[in-house]
């Protein structure tokens, strides 16, 4: 017994010795040179593109100040699609809206998988299914319950309609309570973030939560603080084990800190569950735990949590800062935003508050918004599809294995599909005629099986809280505020303004 108790404490030993940082690392770093020398011997074919570092790979030429910007200079030197390594990872840059059908529509079978969440040659654990970072049958199962959940709920019906507007004037009496107790000059950040959340919490936690309240400003700002540095280019994309570094503890503190907050709602959901009243989303996913093996998703109960947080980070946070382009944007250009005050004016008054139902009346509105969503797209390098097996596209082989993605930042600033591709220009969705249109480059959802799930909820808050606040306010920029680099943001998970503050003026109504 002594024996067989000293072999397995010498096994122990040696186990131990081999899980010890510096061989994690060693094995890590050896393995991904195996994969990329691989990965450059059996990849034939590949688009033309800028050369890179062996593990490195050319991630030094996109910087982290404006990747997207970089990506497009390349794509000018390249042409309309190109290969570049991040890492050792071989990503295919698609710069057509053409090509961009072609890969994610015509080849969706073989282009709609997903960058792993531990995609450094092996897995480290196998995740649950995820909204946005799931692929395959999970995936689609997923992806199936949560639309079916959100028109259960009224999202692409008047109800969600009914919950915007009156979340906008929710937002505008608290805007102008800050005007009354103070100078006027207001940061809008943290009151638009909240307001749009709410519409997120409406029919995942099944109710809105006061702007006052400490735990939603801590789900609102963890929220932020996720999205603030991470992004395409970064090489947590690569080596995601680069989490547990210092550089990204502003990252963990985040998800930590939703993670405890959605906890807390996810436990009195259970305390309180009634599997004849379902109350919102989260009811549903709660059910589905229940079912055990007969669920119709793959759902975790230790992770529902994740799956929350992915419709909160997919539906508040790119919407959030698409709004706060679109004030910015007017912030700047007043001769803009009066004619869009004006229009508003003119087509609904100032008792009555905007309506979906008003978009073919407010043609020069819509142009505007869309204008800055165009120009100021939150997710401008786009999202990361993985191919399944090869792909042949534009004469060239893509591997499997291969991330494809389709800048909005090079797509949206194509001289072929707008008049004015690199200037804030409401004529880019105006006809000959005046009325509004879409150019058929403008993709900022995406295309294919995975075009985003929340699109139509995005359109209906981006336009109602954007003429609401266009009805009721004048946004001039603050005395003394000084905007650089032409107003250019943070580029993070999204493209997010730098802070700023508005001089805010009620409009009589």
């Known amino acids: 017994m002594a024996d067989a108790l000293a072999a397995v404490g010498y096994y122990i030993h040696l186990v131990w010795q081999f899980f010890t940082l510096r061989n994690v690392v060693l094995y890590s770093v050896l393995l991904m040179l195996v994969r990329y020398t691989y990965n450059r011997l059996t990849a034939k074919n590949l688009p033309p593109g800028p050369w890179g570092l062996p ?35 071989l990503v295919v840059v698609l710069n057509d809206v053409e090509l961009a059908k072609e890969a994610f529509v015509k080849n969706a079978e073989v282009c709609s998988g997903r960058p ?6 092996f897995s480290l654990r196998k995740m649950p299914a995820q909204l946005i970072r799931s692929e395959g049958q999970d995936w689609k199962d997923l992806r199936s319950f949560t639309l079916k959940a959100l028109r259960h709920f009224g999202v692409g019906t008047k109800e969600i309609e009914n919950v915007i507007e009156e979340e906008a004037q929710q937002l505008c009496g608290a805007l102008e309570k800050e005007i009354a107790t103070g100078d006027g000059t207001v940061d809008p950040r943290r009151l638009l973030n909240m307001a749009v959340a709410n519409i997120i919490c409406s029919f995942t936690f099944g109710n809105r939560m006061e702007y006052s309240s400490p735990e939603f400003l801590k789900i609102v700002e963890s929220i932020r603080e996720v999205s603030a540095d991470t992004s395409l280019t970064n090489l947590m994309q690569v080596w995601p084990l680069l989490i547990l570094t210092p550089p990204y503890s502003a990252v963990r503190r985040g998800i930590m800190t939703f993670r405890r907050m959605a906890q807390k709602v996810i436990d009195q959901h259970k305390e309180t569950y009634d599997a004849n009243d379902m109350r919102d989303i989260l009811d549903m996913m709660i059910a589905e735990v229940k079912k055990g093996k007969d669920a119709k998703i793959p759902v975790n109960e230790t992770y529902l949590w994740m799956n929350i947080g992915e419709l909160f980070g997919a539906g508040a946070d790119t919407t959030i800062n698409s709004l706060m382009w679109a004030v910015f944007e007017m912030t700047m250009r007043q001769d803009v935003q009066n004619k869009v005050r004006k229009e508003i004016h003119d087509v609904i008054g100032t008792h009555r508050p905007p309506r979906m139902s008003d978009r073919g009346s407010l043609t020069f509105t819509q142009a505007a918004l869309m204008e800055s969503f165009r120009l100021r797209h939150p997710g401008p390098t786009g999202s990361l599809h993985r191919t399944t097996a090869p792909m042949h596209i534009a004469g060239y082989t893509i591997p499997e294995n291969t991330f494809v993605t389709s800048p909005q930042w090079s797509m949206h600033r194509d001289p072929r599909e707008f008049k004015s591709p690199y200037e804030y220009d409401p004529d880019n969705f105006l006809n000959e005629e005046g009325h509004f249109t879409e150019p058929k480059g403008f993709m900022p959802f995406g295309v294919g099986p995975r075009v985003c799930i929340g699109e139509s909820l995005a359109r209906t808050e981006l336009f109602v809280f954007f003429t609401t606040l266009m009805q009721r306010f004048k946004f001039e920029l603050a005395p003394g505020q000084v905007i650089q680099d032409n107003g250019h ?17 009620s409009v009589p109504h």
């Not at 792993?116 to 040659?121: A, C, R, Y």
């Open 489 to 505: 943001g943070h580029f993070g998970a999204t493209y997010t303004p730098k802070p700023f503050k508005v001089r805010l003026t």
């Open 55 to 89: 593990l490195i790979g050319a991630n030094f030429r996109l910087g982290y100040k404006n990747p997207a910007q970089a990506l497009l200079r390349i794509s000018q030197q390249y042409g309309r699609i190109f290969s570049i390594r991040f890492g050792p990872q």
């Open 116 to 121: 792993h969440p531990t995609d450094i040659g």
